[in-house]
Protein backbone atom coordinates (compact mmCIF):
# COMPACT_ATOMS: atom_id res chain seq x y z
CA UNK A 1 0.00 0.00 0.00
CA UNK A 2 1.29 3.69 -0.75
CA UNK A 3 0.51 6.17 1.52
CA UNK A 4 0.06 9.73 0.42
CA UNK A 5 2.13 12.03 2.43
CA UNK A 6 0.90 15.29 3.34
CA UNK A 7 3.31 17.91 1.72
CA UNK A 8 5.58 20.36 4.03
CA UNK A 9 6.08 22.09 0.78
CA UNK A 10 5.70 25.72 0.85
CA UNK A 11 6.50 26.41 -2.31
CA UNK A 12 5.97 25.06 -6.12
CA UNK A 13 9.48 23.58 -6.61
CA UNK A 14 9.39 22.13 -3.12
CA UNK A 15 5.84 20.59 -3.89
CA UNK A 16 6.34 19.41 -7.70
CA UNK A 17 9.98 17.87 -6.02
CA UNK A 18 8.03 15.75 -3.25
CA UNK A 19 5.55 14.93 -6.03
CA UNK A 20 8.26 13.94 -8.74
CA UNK A 21 9.33 11.42 -5.43
CA UNK A 22 6.25 9.89 -4.71
CA UNK A 23 5.20 9.61 -8.46
CA UNK A 24 8.69 7.19 -8.98
CA UNK A 25 8.16 5.28 -6.23
CA UNK A 26 4.54 4.67 -7.27
CA UNK A 27 5.15 3.25 -10.42
CA UNK A 28 9.04 2.35 -10.28
CA UNK A 29 9.34 -1.23 -12.28
CA UNK A 30 5.25 -1.03 -13.52
CA UNK A 31 4.94 -1.89 -17.19
CA UNK A 32 1.17 -1.25 -17.60
CA UNK A 33 0.65 2.26 -18.63
CA UNK A 34 -3.10 2.36 -17.71
CA UNK A 35 -2.12 1.84 -14.09
CA UNK A 36 0.64 4.13 -13.79
CA UNK A 37 -1.54 6.97 -15.38
CA UNK A 38 -3.85 5.83 -13.46
CA UNK A 39 -2.36 6.58 -10.52
CA UNK A 40 -0.71 9.53 -11.38
CA UNK A 41 -3.91 11.00 -12.00
CA UNK A 42 -4.96 10.14 -8.42
CA UNK A 43 -1.61 11.72 -6.88
CA UNK A 44 -1.98 14.70 -8.78
CA UNK A 45 -5.81 14.97 -7.77
CA UNK A 46 -5.28 14.56 -4.26
CA UNK A 47 -1.27 16.07 -3.99
CA UNK A 48 -2.17 19.64 -6.04
CA UNK A 49 -4.04 22.03 -4.08
CA UNK A 50 -7.54 23.81 -5.72
CA UNK A 51 -7.38 20.86 -8.41
CA UNK A 52 -10.80 19.60 -9.58
CA UNK A 53 -9.92 17.36 -12.27
CA UNK A 54 -6.69 15.54 -12.81
CA UNK A 55 -6.16 13.38 -15.59
CA UNK A 56 -5.15 11.54 -19.58
CA UNK A 57 -6.45 11.76 -22.52
CA UNK A 58 -4.68 9.74 -24.71
CA UNK A 59 -3.83 9.99 -28.69
CA UNK A 60 -6.29 7.04 -30.50
CA UNK A 61 -6.53 6.69 -34.31
CA UNK A 62 -5.93 10.60 -34.84
CA UNK A 63 -7.71 11.99 -31.95
CA UNK A 64 -8.15 12.13 -27.91
CA UNK A 65 -9.51 9.70 -26.09
CA UNK A 66 -10.46 10.23 -22.33
CA UNK A 67 -7.82 8.41 -19.94
CA UNK A 68 -7.92 7.56 -16.66
CA UNK A 69 -8.68 10.43 -14.23
CA UNK A 70 -9.77 11.89 -11.18
CA UNK A 71 -12.41 14.35 -10.79
CA UNK A 72 -16.78 14.58 -12.17
CA UNK A 73 -17.17 12.63 -15.49
CA UNK A 74 -15.67 14.22 -18.84
CA UNK A 75 -15.95 14.32 -22.22
CA UNK A 76 -14.94 11.10 -23.98
CA UNK A 77 -13.53 12.57 -27.13
CA UNK A 78 -11.38 15.60 -28.03
CA UNK A 79 -10.32 16.51 -31.77
CA UNK A 80 -6.48 17.68 -32.51
CA UNK A 81 -6.84 21.52 -32.83
CA UNK A 82 -9.76 21.60 -30.39
CA UNK A 83 -10.14 22.71 -26.69
CA UNK A 84 -6.84 23.10 -24.37
CA UNK A 85 -6.13 19.21 -24.73
CA UNK A 86 -6.53 19.29 -28.56
CA UNK A 87 -4.80 22.75 -29.04
CA UNK A 88 -1.65 21.65 -26.76
CA UNK A 89 -1.54 18.30 -28.50
CA UNK A 90 -1.71 20.02 -32.34
CA UNK A 91 0.66 22.08 -31.18
CA UNK A 92 3.09 19.80 -28.92
CA UNK A 93 3.49 22.49 -26.39
CA UNK A 94 2.58 23.09 -23.11
CA UNK A 95 -0.65 25.61 -22.91
CA UNK A 96 -1.45 27.44 -19.17
CA UNK A 97 -4.73 28.66 -19.56
CA UNK A 98 -4.97 31.57 -16.79
CA UNK A 99 -8.92 31.71 -17.79
CA UNK A 100 -10.97 29.23 -19.83
CA UNK A 101 -14.34 31.73 -20.62
CA UNK A 102 -10.99 33.57 -22.63
CA UNK A 103 -9.63 30.70 -24.58
CA UNK A 104 -11.60 30.51 -28.00
CA UNK A 105 -12.91 26.74 -28.08
CA UNK A 106 -12.47 25.47 -24.28
CA UNK A 107 -14.39 22.52 -24.27
CA UNK A 108 -16.32 22.62 -20.97
CA UNK A 109 -16.88 19.59 -18.85
CA UNK A 110 -16.90 20.07 -15.52
CA UNK A 111 -18.43 23.61 -15.20
CA UNK A 112 -16.43 24.82 -12.17
CA UNK A 113 -13.40 24.79 -14.26
CA UNK A 114 -11.95 28.10 -14.61
CA UNK A 115 -8.24 27.60 -15.30
CA UNK A 116 -6.24 25.10 -16.73
CA UNK A 117 -3.04 23.70 -17.37
CA UNK A 118 -2.38 20.64 -20.12
CA UNK A 119 0.91 18.77 -20.89
CA UNK A 120 1.69 17.15 -23.96
CA UNK A 121 2.89 13.36 -23.90
CA UNK A 122 5.63 12.87 -26.57
CA UNK A 123 7.90 10.23 -27.26
CA UNK A 124 10.04 11.16 -30.10
CA UNK A 125 8.17 14.24 -31.25
CA UNK A 126 4.91 10.88 -31.07
CA UNK A 127 1.71 12.42 -29.66
CA UNK A 128 1.05 9.58 -27.12
CA UNK A 129 -1.52 11.97 -25.06
CA UNK A 130 -1.88 14.52 -23.26
CA UNK A 131 -1.95 15.59 -19.22
CA UNK A 132 -4.91 17.58 -18.25
CA UNK A 133 -4.90 19.80 -14.89
CA UNK A 134 -8.19 21.75 -13.79
CA UNK A 135 -8.74 24.16 -11.68
CA UNK A 136 -11.96 25.69 -9.94
CA UNK A 137 -9.78 29.33 -9.67
CA UNK A 138 -8.93 31.79 -12.38
CA UNK A 139 -4.83 32.17 -12.42
CA UNK A 140 -4.32 28.86 -10.70
CA UNK A 141 -1.42 27.59 -12.88
CA UNK A 142 2.07 29.19 -13.45
CA UNK A 143 5.12 28.54 -15.52
CA UNK A 144 6.12 26.76 -12.02
CA UNK A 145 2.76 24.31 -12.77
CA UNK A 146 4.13 23.98 -16.07
CA UNK A 147 7.67 23.07 -15.39
CA UNK A 148 6.46 20.83 -12.70
CA UNK A 149 4.01 18.84 -14.56
CA UNK A 150 6.67 18.84 -17.42
CA UNK A 151 8.69 17.08 -14.64
CA UNK A 152 6.71 14.40 -13.58
CA UNK A 153 5.08 13.58 -17.33
CA UNK A 154 8.98 12.87 -17.94
CA UNK A 155 8.94 10.77 -15.31
CA UNK A 156 5.95 9.12 -16.28
CA UNK A 157 7.35 8.71 -19.76
CA UNK A 158 10.47 7.68 -18.93
CA UNK A 159 9.65 5.19 -16.78
CA UNK A 160 7.28 2.98 -18.96
CA UNK A 161 10.18 3.91 -21.99
CA UNK A 162 12.06 1.09 -19.67
CA UNK A 163 9.77 -1.65 -20.66
CA UNK A 164 9.34 -2.81 -24.16
CA UNK A 165 6.05 -1.89 -25.95
CA UNK A 166 4.75 -0.25 -22.94
CA UNK A 167 4.93 3.17 -24.40
CA UNK A 168 3.66 1.51 -27.36
CA UNK A 169 0.19 0.36 -25.11
CA UNK A 170 -0.92 4.01 -23.89
CA UNK A 171 -2.14 4.62 -27.64
CA UNK A 172 -2.89 3.64 -31.20
CA UNK A 173 -2.63 5.43 -34.10
N1 LIG B 1 -11.36 21.68 -20.97
C1 LIG B 1 -10.72 20.71 -21.80
C2 LIG B 1 -11.55 19.46 -21.95
C3 LIG B 1 -11.21 18.41 -20.97
S1 LIG B 1 -11.78 18.70 -19.43
O1 LIG B 1 -11.20 19.94 -18.90
C4 LIG B 1 -11.52 17.44 -18.41
C5 LIG B 1 -10.42 21.32 -23.17
O2 LIG B 1 -10.86 22.43 -23.47
O3 LIG B 1 -9.74 20.66 -23.95
Redesign the pocket.
Known amino acids: MFALQPSSATDKPSLYGELAQQLAALIAGEADAIANAANMAALLYHGLPDVN?A?F?LAKAGELVLGP?Q?KP??IR?ALG?????TAAARQQSLVVPD?AA?P??????PD?RS?L?VPLLAERRLLGVL?L?SPHRNRFDEADRAGCERLAAIFLAELARHPGALAALSSH
Open positions: WGYFGACIKGVCGVFGHIACDSEVDD
